[in-house]
Each structure stands twice: as C-alpha cells, then as structure tokens.
C-alpha cells in the first residue's frame, strides 16, 4: 500500500495535498464511527464511503481495500496517541507532585479514544488468518506500551519516579489498568460491577493517581506526602 504522504503529495490530475487530506481524514474518521459497535465482518467500503460522502472507488485508492484501511487507522491512532505520551514527556511545566496526576488523566484521554480501536484488535488478533492480526502482530502492537515506557524510564531517570522498577511490568499494568477497561464498554458492568460512565468520573481518576502514586514515588518523597496528610 501507498504511504500516506505518496497518496497525499500533489500530482497533476489529482486534487491538492489539502483536498486529498481532507478526504482521508474523513474515511478515516467515518471508519472509527462505523467500527463500534459493528462486528469486523460488517463493515464494507461501500459503507465507510458513503458515511464519509466519497466513492468506494475514493476509498479504494487511498488503502487499496478494507483491510488497508483499518490497519491504517490503527495505526494513525496509536501514532496520536504516541504524540500525546511524548509531549506530556517534553512538558517541563509540570508543577512537582502532578504527574502521575496529569499522566492518569492523558491516558485516560487516550483510551477513550482508542476504546473502539482496541475492541477490533481484541477480536481480530483471535482469528488465525486476520489481515488486522498480522499487522497488529508484526508492527503495531507496541504503539501503546512504547510510548509510556519512554516516559516511565525519562521520569525515573529524572528522578520522578522510582528507578529500581522494570518499565516493561509498570507499562503492562498501567495499559491494563486504562486501557483494557476503557475498551470493554458494557461487559464491564457485567464482570465488575463497575458502570461504564463511572470511567471518566472524578473519583476513578483519584484512585488510579493514589494507587500508583504510592507505588510510582520514590520512598522518600512518598514518605513526605504521607507525613504531610497527618
């Protein structure tokens, strides 16, 4: 398949760069809208053309078939959420003691955006020949968990967090604590108890920065918050 600046760049005949992004932005973002909730199997391009008001021929011609188009989708996904993990990396105005704060709330963020995402990947990676399988399995499948070990590993060298923690384990069971529930929608209700709307509430966001700021901080400085709250 054409990379996206090949289809994107200018050529006689062809619409401008800005026309053709704006074209595959919105098959893009008609794909996401079509993909929760409906099974793989579905979802045809002539759906995804029509939601997106282009020609299936349009589709096509950016991603060559379906499948291109959902393995392109991933991973412009999981590249925005990338971009949001370093930038909150880079951020050097984060007042002392809010990070795992703001990080708690940028994964949040991300996952909300992913859910439907990783609700196909969960589904396809379960079928031996998936198209979507291979793809995830050869290339993206670090698109989420690479990001936060880099910034687990920046902050720990920092002096942040603690640096005698493995970044591998830390990154698995954040991802599994964000991700995996934002992703479950209703089933979480059946296998927890937990509403899906009580995700994005207040109370959930304190206690996943409580809990893994007791584990993330270095003793010392746990010890000093401990000893302020007497």
Same mark, same amino acid.
């Given at each position: 398949?054409?990379?996206?600046?090949?289809?994107?760049?200018?050529?006689?005949?062809?619409?401008?760069?800005?026309?053709?992004?704006?074209?595959?932005?919105?098959?893009?973002?008609?794909?996401?809208?079509?993909?929760?909730?409906?099974?793989?199997?579905?979802?045809?391009?002539?759906?995804?053309?029509?939601? #997106? +008001?282009?020609?299936?021929?349009?589709?096509?011609?950016?991603?060559? @078939?379906? =499948?291109?188009? !959902?393995?392109?989708? *991933?991973?412009?996904?999981?590249?925005?959420?990338?971009?949001?993990?370093?930038?909150?990396?880079?951020?050097?105005?984060?007042?002392?003691?809010?990070?795992?704060?703001?990080?708690?709330?940028?994964?949040? #963020? +991300?996952?909300?955006?992913?859910?439907?995402?990783?609700?196909?990947? @969960?589904? =396809?990676?379960? !079928?031996?020949?998936? *198209?979507?399988?291979?793809?995830?399995?050869?290339?993206?499948?670090?698109?989420?968990?690479?990001?936060?070990?880099?910034?687990?590993?920046?902050?720990?060298?920092?002096?942040?967090?603690?640096?005698?923690?493995?970044?591998?384990?830390?990154?698995?069971?954040?991802?599994?604590?964000?991700?995996?529930?934002?992703?479950?929608?209703?089933?979480?209700?059946?296998?927890?108890?937990?509403?899906?709307?009580?995700?994005?509430?207040?109370?959930?966001?304190?206690?996943?920065?409580?809990?893994?700021?007791?584990?993330?901080?270095?003793?010392?400085?746990?010890?000093?918050?401990?000893?302020?709250?007497?």
């Amino acid at each position: 398949m054409k990379t996206k600046d090949e289809i994107l760049s200018s050529r006689p005949g062809r619409p401008c760069f800005d026309s053709n992004r704006k074209v595959w932005d919105a098959i893009l973002e008609a794909t996401l809208r079509i993909i929760d909730g409906h099974p793989y199997k579905r979802i045809s391009t002539r759906r995804i053309a029509s939601a #997106a +008001g282009v020609t299936t021929a349009m589709v096509n011609y950016y991603f060559q @078939n379906k =499948e291109g188009l !959902i393995v392109e989708l *991933v991973h412009e996904a999981f590249t925005q959420f990338e971009q949001m993990v370093k930038a909150l990396r880079e951020d050097s105005n984060i007042i002392p003691g809010q990070h795992t704060r703001r990080l708690m709330e940028t994964l949040l #963020a +991300g996952s909300r955006k992913l859910a439907s995402i990783i609700r196909l990947i @969960n589904h =396809e990676t379960m !079928i031996e020949d998936s *198209v979507i399988r291979r793809a995830y399995l050869g290339k993206l499948s670090a698109g989420t968990t690479l990001p936060i070990q880099d910034l687990l590993q920046n902050w720990a060298e920092r002096g942040i967090y603690r640096g005698d923690l493995d970044v591998r384990y830390l990154s698995l069971v954040i991802s599994g604590a964000l991700l995996r529930p934002a992703s479950m929608g209703d089933r979480i209700q059946q296998s927890h108890g937990i509403a899906p709307h009580e995700l994005e509430t207040t109370e959930w966001l304190d206690f996943l920065v409580d809990g893994f700021e007791r584990w993330l901080q270095p003793p010392i400085i746990t010890a000093t918050m401990q000893a302020s709250t007497l």
